[in-house]
């Protein structure tokens, strides 16, 4: 998508390396799972760690297969790996860089998808980052994505910060749902402008959700029509009030909070 041939820093096996995001999409979909590492045990679905090897190129992917994915009574069965794909799409058409590199392949336990993992301090999360301006900012960043993709489970430890000190966004199995789900720890920016830099980016978006156009097209591999049409529609809802929405009624807020 649009910010694929920006560079990315990745933790090799003895260096950090920088290679652009589609050199990593392009080891993540063809590379040999060369070894598992087991199973992350923080996970509800099945979850593991891998090592992926491409020509030259090694890195540590984190590997959701279809099978392993806990049966919920308002996804559709087997859908949560695709979710995770579309929100990369949408992350790298917005050029926001919140989801990291994911792809949707076979790997030992058949298809699932496998996402670049991002070395992080486990114990340093949304609720214990320092706050600061710019800080405020990704996270404005963050209250708009996941509007967009009405993420059900923003928990705060899906923030997680890389060496350089970059925050991305982990664990988007839940959604792009048709219905309202929206429940997330970020709900501090109810009710305040979006800011005009972000609005500028979702028109960028909304147009590139037109029926055959680009996201449109690449989003149907992995969501259903109806889906795919609703993205569009938060969007343009959000473009059209140019304010972060106050809680609605239901559970708002994930469950266990980290």
């Not at 933790?11 to 589609?22: K, L």
């Not at 679905?45 to 020509?55: E, I, P, Q």
């Amino acid at each position: 998508m649009d910010s694929t041939d920006q560079p990315l820093s990745i933790d090799g096996a003895e260096e950090v390396r920088h290679v652009t995001v589609n050199r990593v999409l392009e080891a993540l979909r063809c590379g040999a799972i060369a070894e598992q590492h087991g199973i992350l045990g923080w996970s509800s679905n099945y979850t593991s760690l891998v090592t992926l090897v491409d020509g030259d190129l090694e890195l540590l992917a984190v590997y959701k297969p279809q099978r392993g994915e806990r049966p919920l009574w308002d996804f559709p069965e087997g859908t949560l790996c695709r979710r995770e794909v579309a929100a990369f799409l949408v992350s790298a058409t917005l050029d926001w860089d919140i989801v990291p590199p994911t792809v949707l392949r076979k790997g030992p336990k058949g298809l699932g998808s496998v996402q670049l993992f991002i070395h992080h301090n486990p114990e340093e999360h949304f609720f214990n980052f320092t706050s600061t301006p710019e800080l405020a900012e990704r996270m404005k960043q963050f209250a708009a994505f996941d509007i967009v993709t009405n993420n059900a489970d923003r928990k705060g430890g899906h923030f997680i910060r890389d060496a350089e000190g970059h925050i991305w966004g982990i664990d988007q199995g839940l959604t792009f749902n048709v219905a309202p789900k929206l429940r997330t720890v970020l709900w501090d920016f109810a009710g305040e402008p979006v800011p005009d830099a972000i609005l500028s980016d979702l028109e960028k978006l909304c147009a590139s959700l037109e029926p055959g156009a680009r996201l449109d097209r690449a989003l149907r591999t992995a969501l259903d029509a109806r889906e795919v049409r609703a993205v569009q529609k938060r969007v343009k809802r959000l473009l059209q009030d140019k304010t972060y929405p106050h809680p609605g009624p239901g559970p708002n807020y994930p469950w266990p909070p980290i």
